[in-house]
């Protein structure tokens, strides 16, 4: 079985010295689990550095630390944008791209989306690929259509020459589950999961394909983790509001690890 990736998803929330404390206390929690379990942690950029230090600091230098957003120009006149480079130099291996978030209030298209994806595949980081469906697409029955247009609009002319192994993680977060407490029913998500495994196989190389892990997302907690872990192709969870307490953000990191100690 694959090594299940766990990844916190802050959002908007977690000042320094919030992100401090919850480090402090998610070691402790996470000590014994660490080595079976990937587990990456997307801070707002105000935090970024100040949770690479406190992982570091408190014996957790295998967690990866990934930014929620990057902008997809080199440098120059984008008021606001930060760069690639710019992550890589205080230690963020890993960017979010595609959350519903994004592209329904800040308005991304796929085509943005492409080209944030290609600049960080580029900078050699860790793509967290999201893509999902609205109850709307869902009820129509127009949910497959709909997530293979948004994987194949960011990857089907990209050049995969240089992309690592591993490099690329897909979330399949549907917005309906986002931040409602309406988990999306495991068996459905292992459904779309496996669909989306079997489409990459068409569109990346043979070992990229392999080796990317498919993640669920949308209202994960501690109580639902190992029913999702449990699943054949659900490599791991993207996890929002239930990631922000360290206590239950460490409970499903060592519960994830369970189906798999299981298997
Ligand atoms: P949630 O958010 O766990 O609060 O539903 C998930 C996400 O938006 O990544």
New binding site residues.
């Given amino acids: 079985m694959t090594k299940p990736l766990i990844i916190a ?1 802050w959002k908007l929330n977690m000042t320094q010295k919030q992100s401090s404390e919850f480090i402090k206390d998610f070691a402790e929690k996470v000590k014994a689990s660490q080595n079976q379990v990937d587990i990456i942690l997307s801070a707002p950029f105000t935090s970024l550095e100040t949770v690479v230090k406190a992982l570091t600091n408190n014996g957790l230098e295998k967690v990866t630390v990934a930014s929620q957003n990057v902008s997809e120009h080199e440098s120059g006149a984008f008021t606001g944008e930060i760069n690639t480079e710019m992550l890589k130099e205080i230690g963020v291996q890993a960017v979010i791209v595609g ?1 519903s ?1 994004r592209r329904e209030i800040f308005n991304e298209t796929n085509e943005t989306i492409k080209s944030k994806s290609k600049k960080v595949l580029d900078s050699n980081l860790k793509l967290i690929f999201c893509c999902g469906e609205s109850l709307e697409t869902r009820e129509k029955d127009e949910t497959d259509k709909w997530i293979e247009t948004q994987i194949r609009s960011a990857f089907n002319d990209l050049d995969f020459s240089k992309v690592e192994n591993d490099q690329i993680v897909i979330a399949y ?1 549907p917005i309906w ?3 409602t407490g309406k988990t999306c029913d495991s068996i459905e998500a292992n459904r779309v999961i496996q669909n989306i495994k079997d489409l990459i196989k068409n569109i990346f190389p043979a070992s990229l394909a392999n080796s990317t892990r498919v993640l669920y ?4 907690k501690p109580s639902t983790i190992e029913e999702q872990m449990a699943q054949t192709a659900i490599d791991g969870a ?5 990631s922000l307490k360290a206590n239950d953000f460490a409970d499903i990191v060592n519960f994830s690890t369970k189906a798999v100690l299981n298997a």
């Fill in positions: 998803n959350h978030e977060e589950a986002i931040g997302g949308g209202s994960v993207l996890v929002g509001g239930a």
